[in-house]
């Protein structure tokens, strides 16, 4: 199985500071598109696509929210961070049988 | 609106197994396959297999084969996976999910269902 490594595993930036999160991957994840996914996880809600092939936000995800990279290393950025970005983030990789990394606690 | 709604938390003994539905709304349920996906406590996401709900084919995660069965019913577009001989370790909460992308088996996955509290006592 391909193996998605995030760091760090915990982060804390002040409200109206850049998180950036990175997710590597074992293999690369390239194939015409990156099949690479973020989601966000908020304790007691099921997870919420944010990316897919790797930088596609989703309608609604705040534009604050981007997401980058090719191959194997892949980056989620949040410009500036609000309170409600709290929670864990998660990457995802489809490239083969579903895998997902360790999870990213963001807090403020 | 698409929407996946599951049963509800289940306690079941070492060795039993369980079912967990998974009744989606909004959408052509033949038109995208439907992941099952865990989390332990405390722990990460987990997929543990896929069904194709047009052709019936199932893919599953090498750890459950032989322990899970993924099923659907287009009749009533709900899909069900079944854990048989259920460990303490089995403890998570069990998440259906929409293959965003189709019937390919290679998709990210949105939406996902409420989750489903499956506790294995001993």
């Known amino acids: 199985d391909i193996v998605l490594t995030q760091s760090p595993d915990s982060l804390a930036v002040s409200l109206g500071e850049r998180a950036t999160i990175h997710c590597k991957s074992s293999q690369s994840l390239l194939f015409n598109n990156n099949y690479l996914a973020w989601y966000q996880y908020k304790i007691g809600q099921p997870p919420r696509l944010l990316f897919y092939w790797a930088s596609t936000r989703v309608y609604g995800v705040p534009n604050r929210f981007s997401g980058s990279g090719s191959g194997t290393d892949f980056t989620l950025t949040i410009s500036s961070l609000q309170a409600e970005d709290v929670g864990l983030y998660y990457c995802q990789q489809h490239f083969s049988t579903p895998t997902f990394g360790q999870g990213t606690r963001l807090e403020i | 609106q698409v929407h996946l709604l599951q049963s509800g938390p289940v306690v079941k003994k070492a060795g039993a197994s369980v079912t967990v539905s998974c009744k989606t709304s909004?959408?052509?349920?033949?038109?995208?396959?439907v992941s099952w996906i865990r989390q332990a406590p405390g722990q990460g996401f987990e997929w543990m297999g896929w069904?194709?709900?047009?052709?019936?084919?199932?893919n599953y995660a090498q750890k459950y084969q032989g322990r899970v069965t993924i099923t659907a019913d287009t009749s009533t577009s709900t899909a069900y996976l079944q854990l048989a001989n259920l460990r303490p370790d089995d403890t998570a909460i069990y998440y259906c999910?929409?293959?965003?992308?189709?019937?390919?088996?290679?998709?990210?996955?949105?939406?996902w269902g409420q989750g489903t509290l499956v506790t294995v006592s001993s």
């Open positions: 999910a929409r293959d965003d992308v189709g019937l390919t088996g290679r998709s990210w996955f949105a939406p």
């Open positions: 909004g959408y052509v349920f033949t038109m995208y396959g």
């Open positions: 069904i194709n709900t047009s052709e019936g084919h199932r």
